[in-house]
Every structure is written in structure tokens, then in C-alpha cells.
């Protein structure tokens, strides 16, 4: 009897150290990771991350050959599906490469999985909630969006738009090159301005709240900067870079 009591207890003991264990440490320093496969045998080791203690993968997508699964937005397990040639970047097709900016409107709903999957480009990236209630998610952060609230996305930064359960969302946005802004990457402008924000690891993003003054004078230039590009008049282009240049130096304060 003693021999079973001290069996029982020893397990027992086990048992508690692992769920303190898995508890205090499940998901730290877990990598983000891609599943080359979407048979059986990849959704399964999918299945597999998602509920291995302590968590050691994110898992963020897969990677097949099969041509069925190429279409937007497809997915498994809630992750967006790419080919092999893919490297998730966003290939933009500018109406002029002279002038590499352009006006986005997503409806979300009008994905095949109802979001916008993960992606990165070179470009700097600014959005607007005018819909819904947005989840937007980075490699570092995820944030929830209110309508009307925004955010800006430094270059390179992979990157995902899904709407909050039971909301329909609607974003609108500017994607650029910075060149827009400071004339060239030899400028003088680039190097005092924004080189410092694009090489700043440390920001990914910045998230626009109406509830604070700046944030509502960006928002206001983004929203002017985009209606003015919507009327393609002699001269939007000076007026979007107006703009977007009072947009930065107010990033630059902030």
C-alpha cells in the first residue's frame, strides 16, 4: 500500500510540475512556421502544433504544389495557402512606375476565406478602418482596429487584415514607395528622414487612435491624400505628396 501511495504521489507530482510548466511557458520564443505540404499528412502536423505543450511553432501557412489551392484567399486550418515560388511578397501594379503609389479598397468578406492572408512588400503601407472591427496582425503584434481608427506599416513588414468576428469590414488605404516622399535614396530628406523610421526594427507599425490629437491630424491627411488621388486632377500627385509628407513628419514627432 505505502508503494502505491508513493507511486500515485510521484505522478501526481509530475503531472503538476508539467501543467505549471506548460502554462507559464507555453508559446514563449515559439517561431512562426510554414507546412510545405497540404495532404493529409501536413494537415495533420498541423493539427499536431496547434496543440503541442509547451508551444513551439506559430504556425503561419502552408506550402503546396497542388495548382487547386492557388486562388486567393484560400486556406487550412485558417491559414492562408501559397505556392512554392512564393515569398509572400506583394507584387504592386502601379499605373505609373514614374509615380509608384496607389489608392487600395478591400472588402474583406469578398476574400474566398474572408481575409486578407499574410503578405510583406517593399512599399510603406498606410489604412483606414471605414468598416467594421479589424484585426491586423504583424510577425510581432496584433492589434484590434475600430472604425475610423488606422495604421501605418513600415516597409518589409509581413502582415495580415481579418475582421473581428461577426463584422463585416471595410479598409481603405495608400500603398507607396518612400521615394515619393524624399525625392530619391540619395537625398538629403531620405537620409534625415526617413531612413531613421525605415532601418527602426523596433517599428513595424504604428497605430493611429482618433482619440489622440496627432493621430487625428494624420488621419485627416490620409483621408484628404486619398480623396484627392480618387480624382486623378492636374497636379494630385503634388498635393498626395503634401500630405503624406506632413503624415511623416508627425510619425517623425511622435
Known amino acids: 500500500f505505502i508503494f502505491a501511495l508513493s507511486t500515485a504521489l510521484m505522478w ?47 504556425l503561419k501557412g502552408f506550402i503546396t504544389h497542388n495548382p487547386d489551392y492557388y486562388h486567393k484567399g484560400t486556406s487550412l486550418l485558417g491559414e492562408p495557402v501559397y505556392s512554392p515560388s512564393d515569398n509572400l511578397e506583394e507584387i504592386l501594379p502601379y499605373e505609373d512606375e514614374a509615380f509608384p503609389y496607389l489608392v487600395f479598397y478591400e472588402e474583406l468578406d ?20 471605414i468598416q467594421g472591427r479589424l484585426r491586423f496582425s504583424t510577425n510581432q503584434n496584433t492589434y484590434d482596429l475600430a472604425e475610423g481608427e488606422g495604421g501605418f506599416i513600415n516597409s518589409n ?11 463585416r469590414v471595410i479598409v481603405t488605404g495608400e500603398v507607396l514607395n518612400s521615394t515619393i516622399l524624399s525625392g530619391g535614396t540619395r537625398s538629403y530628406y531620405h537620409h534625415k528622414f526617413i531612413e531613421p523610421i525605415l532601418e527602426n526594427d523596433a517599428l513595424d507599425v504604428m497605430i493611429f487612435r482618433p482619440s489622440s490629437p ?3 491630424q494624420i488621419l ?16 494630385f500627385e503634388l498635393e498626395v ?14
Open 157 to 167: 513588414v509581413m502582415h495580415k487584415y481579418e475582421p473581428l468576428p461577426g463584422s
Open 12 to 58: 501526481l507530482e509530475r503531472v503538476l510540475i508539467k501543467l505549471i510548466y506548460d502554462s507559464s511557458f507555453s508559446g514563449r520564443d515559439a517561431r512562426n512556421t510554414f507546412i510545405y505540404g497540404t495532404r493529409e499528412g501536413g494537415v495533420a502536423l498541423g493539427k499536431f502544433i496547434r496543440t503541442e505543450k509547451p508551444t513551439r511553432f506559430n
Open 241 to 254: 505628396r503634401n500630405h503624406l509628407c506632413e503624415v511623416w513628419l508627425l510619425i517623425s514627432k511622435e
Open 220 to 235: 485627416s491627411h490620409l483621408r484628404a491624400s486619398q480623396d484627392i488621388a480618387d480624382t486623378g486632377a492636374f497636379g
Open 110 to 129: 469578398q476574400y474566398l476565406e474572408g481575409f486578407v492572408p499574410w503578405h510583406w512588400h517593399e512599399e510603406i503601407e498606410f489604412f483606414t478602418v
Open 214 to 216: 496627432t493621430h487625428r
